[in-house]
Every structure is written in structure tokens, then in C-alpha cells.
């Protein structure tokens, strides 16, 4: 079954900097990959997603996530961060084949004034 | 259209009592999911379906079951609550077919205690 690994629990960064969220995956063939993010006491909304295509995907709120085969990862990224953009962020896979859903642990970002 | 709706937002349950949590989409997507919420564990797929009859299990479907007789209603149960199934229970519904859809749509989550 597919996997999804998130290896930074929590991300400190600069209101103003620019942030990166990490993601690697596993999944046997053409993998579809998502970022969701969850604000507190809400349900998770989906920020972007790569199917097919280029290799970087633009999504919500200036977010953008680059899908890299060779190292199996699909980084989140964003050129300026907000305070606003705090909140808990999921990388979440589905292989081409089947429909399982796999989520990773989530990393809670934080971005300071 | 509301979207995804669960109910009810919280419920605490004594040990080996029984429910159903409930979720409905009105956005006449074919999949549905449950998954619960752990902290510090992300999101764990409990069931899913591609369509009305078709049910299928995830990743931890151990002491819950589902049905789906409609598009739009995709209920959990719990037969015998234990603590372990204390958790945030979340229900999603995803577009199938085309290459923009799988993305998928949320509910505001059930929070439940099982003691």
C-alpha cells in the first residue's frame, strides 16, 4: 500500500520568509498527490494537487508544491509567509490503481511576526 | 449546497454502547470516506465507497462498519465502543473520473469520547 512520510513535525519560520513543508511518498506506479491544510477545531481543506503534467503545481492562498519523481517527494512551498498561514499541513497520496487514500502525520507550521 | 455535514459534532459514549455517527453530501460525488484523527497520527481511512452498495475497507477498519444506500448518506457505526475508538472522526466525499477530480471535501468532523 502506498505511504506518506512528513518528516518535520513542527516548521518555525519569519512572517515575510519563504516556507517549504516536506513530503515523500511511496506508491507503486503513477502517484496522484494532494496538500491539505487544517485550521484548528475545522475539517481539512484542500489546498493543490498533482495528477499529471508539470512538475509544478500551483494551488490556494499562493501555495505552491513541486513534484519531484526521482527523489519521490512533492515539497509545499510558499515565497512569503503569512501569520495567517498557520495551521497543520497534510501531504497525502492515491495510486493510480486503487483508491485508497494514504495521509501523512502532518507538520504544524508556525509562522511568527 | 452545504457541502459535507456531519452529525453529531460530539458525543461521549460509555464502554461496549453502540452508535452511528452520521455524514451526507449533497455534491453528488460518487466516493465517500471515514477516517479518524489521532493526535500526532494524521488521518487513518477507515472505509470508503465509490458508489451506492460498493463499500470497501482502509486502513483500520477493526470494530466499525458502514453501509451506503445512497449517494448522498454514508453512515459509520460502532457496535461495541471501546476507548481505543476515542478520536476525531472525519467524513469526506471526492468527484471520480476525470483528472481534476480525487481531490477530496470534508466535513466539520465528530469528536468522540469513549470511557
Known amino acids: 500500500a502506498q505511504s506518506v512520510a512528513q518528516p518535520e513535525d513542527q516548521v518555525n519560520v519569519a512572517e515575510g520568509n519563504p516556507l517549504t513543508v516536506k513530503c515523500t511518498y511511496s506508491?507503486?506506479?503513477?502517484?496522484?498527490l494532494f496538500w491539505y491544510v487544517q485550521y484548528p477545531n475545522r475539517g481539512l481543506q484542500f489546498l493543490l494537487k498533482?495528477?499529471?503534467?508539470?512538475?509544478l503545481v500551483k494551488g490556494s492562498y499562493g501555495f505552491e508544491a513541486e513534484f519531484n519523481k526521482s527523489q519521490t517527494s512533492f515539497h509545499l512551498k510558499k515565497p512569503s509567509a503569512l501569520v495567517s498561514d498557520s495551521a497543520l499541513y497534510f501531504c497525502?497520496?492515491?495510486?493510480?490503481?486503487?483508491?485508497?487514500?494514504?495521509f501523512g502525520a502532518g507538520t504544524r507550521l508556525t509562522v511568527k511576526p | 449546497n452545504a457541502g459535507v455535514t456531519q452529525t453529531p459534532k460530539f458525543r461521549i459514549l460509555k464502554i461496549g454502547q453502540s452508535m452511528t455517527l452520521q455524514c451526507a453530501q449533497d455534491?453528488?460525488?460518487?466516493?465517500m470516506y471515514w477516517y479518524r484523527q489521532d493526535p500526532g497520527m494524521g488521518l487513518k481511512l477507515i472505509y470508503y465507497?465509490?458508489?451506492?452498495?460498493?463499500?470497501d475497507k482502509g486502513e483500520v477498519p477493526n470494530g466499525y462498519n458502514v453501509s451506503r444506500s445512497t449517494t448522498e448518506d454514508f453512515p459509520l457505526r460502532l457496535e461495541l465502543a471501546a476507548p481505543s475508538q476515542t478520536s476525531v472522526y472525519f467524513c469526506?466525499?471526492?468527484?471520480?473520473?476525470?483528472?481534476?477530480?480525487?481531490?477530496?471535501?470534508f466535513g466539520p468532523g465528530t469528536r468522540l469520547t469513549v470511557t
Open positions: 469526506a466525499s471526492s468527484p471520480t473520473g476525470s483528472r481534476s477530480s480525487y481531490e477530496q471535501y
Open positions: 506508491v507503486s506506479g503513477n502517484p496522484y
Open positions: 498533482y495528477i499529471t503534467g508539470d512538475n
Open positions: 497525502a497520496v492515491k495510486g493510480y490503481n486503487n483508491n485508497d487514500m494514504r
Open positions: 455534491m453528488n460525488h460518487n466516493y
Open positions: 465507497s465509490v458508489g451506492a452498495g460498493i463499500t
